[in-house]
């Protein structure tokens, strides 16, 4: 009787011992096909994915509108609100809508070129790309939209898991000097390259700047539309910036482009 108790269990044990087998046989395979796919992913150039990304977030013959708001230890201190036309890739004019005392001020960047216009006193001011804007912790390059595989030569480095999904992670090393960032870590969406995270470093190494790049409406055609960059050496500051209003394919009259265009006719 003890025999025939004992075959039983084992008879109901089988088909479970079997589901362990298959589902260890099935992980085994996911994992090989994974690593496989992963390898294949590494062999691509790092500047093919970064211009592919670049391309993907085309901003040249746009009209955008954001705001930016700048909080410092957990409390909002500044809203700005501006518009941007841009050029091709080359030229952007920036100019602010709110608050009030910043109305009329603007920035263009012609190339490498970056002037700002005071309004109150009618003057052009030359200022750097490294500065920030405002008093935000994003860079006047950051809000000007200059096209990263212009001034950096990428390598890839791995692929990893970014929010549940697959990233490339890049290293991005600047081709000067005079490029905001020396060093940039970016991850960007294997399936369509959209960008997910930069890391900004300076050129001894040190971790300066984090954005996070994030889809919260369709304002931008389905491309990240809310900015968040956190100051990693000051950890209570960030500046977020959201894109509310956009139209694309417009063609901007060259003289608005043009550095003598800012200044107010007397």
Request: positive net charge.
């Given at each position: ?68 708001k700048v909080f410092r230890k957990k409390r909002l201190r500044k809203t700005y609100k501006m518009t ?81 999904e697959d990233a490339y992670k890049l290293e991005l090393l600047a081709k000067s000097e005079e490029v ?87």
């Open positions: 009787m003890k025999n025939i108790v004992f075959f039983a269990a084992f008879l109901l044990l089988v088909p479970n011992l079997y589901a362990k087998i298959d589902a260890k046989k099935i992980l085994d395979e996911q994992k090989k096909m994974n690593e496989i796919k992963r390898a294949e992913l590494l062999k691509r150039d790092g500047n093919q994915i970064l211009k592919k990304s670049d391309d993907k977030v085309d901003v040249s013959g746009i009209l955008l509108k954001f705001e930016m941007l036309k841009t050029r091709g890739t080359e030229k952007s004019l920036l100019e602010f809508t709110h608050p009030p005392r910043n109305r009329g001020q603007k920035m263009l960047r012609d190339k490498d070129n970056i002037w700002l216009y005071r309004p109150k006193i009618n003057k052009i001011i030359r200022v750097s790309g490294r500065s920030n804007a405002v008093g935000s912790d994003f860079s006047n390059t950051d809000i000007l939209f200059v096209r990263l595989d212009r001034d950096y030569n990428a390598r890839l480095l791995d692929v990893e898991t970014y929010n549940g905001t960032y020396a060093k940039i870590i970016y991850w960007i969406r294997v399936k369509d390259y959209l960008p997910l995270q930069r890391d900004f470093y300076t050129i001894s190494g040190h971790k300066l700047k984090t954005l996070k790049l994030s889809v919260k409406s369709k304002v931008f055609e389905g491309n990240p539309d809310t900015l968040t960059m956190t100051n990693v050496l000051e950890r209570n500051k960030r500046s977020v910036l959201h894109y509310t209003y956009l139209k694309t394919g417009r063609v901007f009259a060259d003289k608005i482009f043009r550095k003598n265009s800012l200044l107010r006719k007397r």
